[in-house]
């Protein structure tokens, strides 16, 4: 079983700055990829970025610049640093793991519960 638990939502005004930060927990020896999605109201999910493991990212076009994405690996742990935040940044912020092997297994696609995120004057 892993659980990944994502913190550091709020809400922030237009061109301010926030750190979401996401941790996996469980018996867990290891987590390749990681990432961060997000769905605003009415909005399919979609993908903000990812890193691998080696930390090679990858971001969407509308977080470039913006957007920076990194991982601790000692800790299981993967962050999201955002400036210059928009009000179409509102979302929430989910945290994925694309694979985590553990003491007994190997577990696929994990997903966080998501951390609200509201840009707005």
């Known amino acids: 079983q892993v659980q990944l638990v994502e913190s550091g939502g709020g809400l922030v005004q237009p061109g301010g700055s926030l750190r979401l930060s996401c941790a996996a927990s469980?018996?867990?020896?290891?987590?390749?990829?990681m990432g961060w999605y997000r769905q605003a109201p009415g909005k399919e999910r979609e993908l903000v970025a990812t890193?691998?493991?080696?930390?090679?990212?990858n971001y969407a076009d509308s977080v470039k610049g913006r957007f920076t994405i990194s991982r601790d690996n000692a800790k299981n742990t993967v962050y999201l640093e955002m400036s210059s935040l928009k009000p179409e940044d509102t979302a929430v912020y989910y945290c994925?793991?694309?694979?985590?092997?553990?003491?007994?297994?190997?577990?696929?696609?994990?997903w966080g519960q998501g951390t609200q995120v509201t840009v707005s004057s």
């Open positions: 994925t793991a694309d694979r985590t092997l553990t003491v007994s297994d190997i577990i696929t696609g994990s």
């Open positions: 469980g018996s867990i020896l290891r987590v390749d990829g």
């Open positions: 890193i691998t493991r080696g930390g090679s990212t």
